[in-house]
């Protein structure tokens, strides 16, 4: 949260940067934007790149990362809020299935608490009490369950297949608007420039005419 906070900030110096520069004429705050516009665009373009090549690598990291947010589920505010708005959204459980959640300490089933052998209650198919109230308790001892006991209660399908399946059914939509985005940021960079040109050579014209 806090990185996409400061990306935040950072984005809105850069677009601010880019503002004045332009409204002011201001060559260095405008070299500024577009030097560092530019690093973005090529930035962009060789992550695209690498994503495409690398489709297995970032699966495999991104199960991983999945699993590391599922055991800290209790201990991380951030990635608890996160989970559970993937498992609701996708209608999910886990990252290959429900019984994943045995690698969380709380819900592992050697565990002595009341959550043990159980899943959250964003993996169930209700998880409003009366269709308001957060029912905590839905998800309890969803893990002695089988899968047909199971699968009236809480969602039985992991949330990595679900993601991927989401991300092939909406590549085409997904590099439209990639494209269009990049497309903006050039577009941006070469009115940057062009505006560039034209305060360069405004600086010279009256040199130009004392000679």
Not at 141 to 153: I, M, R, T, V, Y
Not at 182 to 195: K, M, S, Y
Request: aromatic share 8%; with cysteine.
């Amino acid at each position: 949260m806090l990185l996409l906070v400061f990306l935040g900030v950072l984005l809105s110096l850069l677009c601010l940067t880019g503002c004045v520069g332009a409204l002011r004429e201001n060559y260095c705050l405008l070299r500024t934007f577009s030097t560092t516009l530019l690093v973005l665009v090529v930035a962009q373009v060789l992550l695209a790149i690498v994503a495409y090549s690398l489709q297995g690598w970032i699966t495999e990291l991104l199960r991983s990362t999945m699993l590391t947010a599922m055991t800290r589920y209790q201990d991380d505010l951030d990635l608890r809020f996160i989970t559970d708005e993937i498992q609701v959204g996708l209608q999910c459980c886990g990252v290959n299935n429900y019984r994943d959640w045995e690698l969380n300490q709380y819900f592992n089933c050697s565990s002595p608490g009341v959550q043990a052998c159980g899943v959250p209650p964003s993996c169930c198919v209700d998880p409003l009490e009366n269709g308001t109230v957060w029912n905590s308790q839905c998800g309890l001892g969803a893990q002695k369950l089988d899968e047909f006991s199971a699968q009236s209660l809480i969602f039985l399908g992991g949330c990595l297949g679900s993601i991927l399946r989401w991300f092939n059914l909406h590549s085409e939509v997904i590099s439209i608007v990639i494209a269009a985005l990049l497309g903006v940021q050039i577009l941006t960079l070469i009115i940057t420039t062009r505006l560039l040109d034209r305060i360069q050579w405004s600086k010279t014209q009256p040199w130009q005419k004392e000679t």
